[in-house]
């Protein structure tokens, strides 16, 4: 008895200590990428805005093989791709998962002269107060960034062949 007794009493502990260290994490998590393109913002704005060209540089998408463009948006059965609002460099989309999990994402276009244009791509997840999802969103930024480069690397690619 007094082993179980224990055995309640350190689990107890050990969730309330890892509630303590998990509300030092933030709430909401950034990972973001960038890269350099040889061409004017106009000519890669829709690259970007469009989602049918998603296909050509966008690993995500290019991961979902099945996925197909209907009423304006992404869908594949893991996931919704949604555009969002457009601003004068910035442009919103939304991903919806199939657990009806959403986050946001945008890219950011910074015209450097006349040919030249800075990427940046963004993912905005918020987590909750629960430990493992604040745990978990340590590990987006490895998950998420090597996919987010690659694709902003094929997007450079086909951004100056054209």
Avoid: C
């Avoid at 055995?7 to 950034?30: E, G, N, T």
């Avoid at 959403?102 to 890219?107: E, I, L, N, R």
């Avoid at 430990?131 to 490895?142: L, N």
């Amino acid at each position: 008895m007094r082993l179980i007794k224990l055995a309640l009493i350190s689990a107890v502990v050990l969730f309330i200590v890892l509630l303590l260290i998990s509300s030092l994490l933030p709430s909401h998590q950034r990972i973001s990428r960038a890269v350099d393109i040889s061409a004017a913002p106009d000519s890669v704005r829709p690259l970007i805005k469009v989602l049918q060209n998603w296909k050509e540089w966008n690993r995500f998408v290019m991961a979902y093989g099945h996925a197909s463009v209907k009423d304006g948006r992404i869908v594949a059965d893991e996931m919704t791709i949604s555009p969002g609002q457009e601003r004068d460099s910035v442009l919103l989309f939304e991903w919806l998962q199939a657990s009806g999990k959403k986050f946001g994402s945008g890219f950011v276009l910074i015209g450097n002269g006349t040919t030249g244009t800075t990427v940046q791509w963004y993912f905005d997840f918020n987590v909750s107060w629960y430990p493992w999802e604040k745990f978990q969103s340590i590990v987006y930024d490895q998950q998420l960034g090597p996919l987010m480069q690659v694709s902003l690397n094929k997007l450079k690619e086909v951004a100056e062949k054209k």
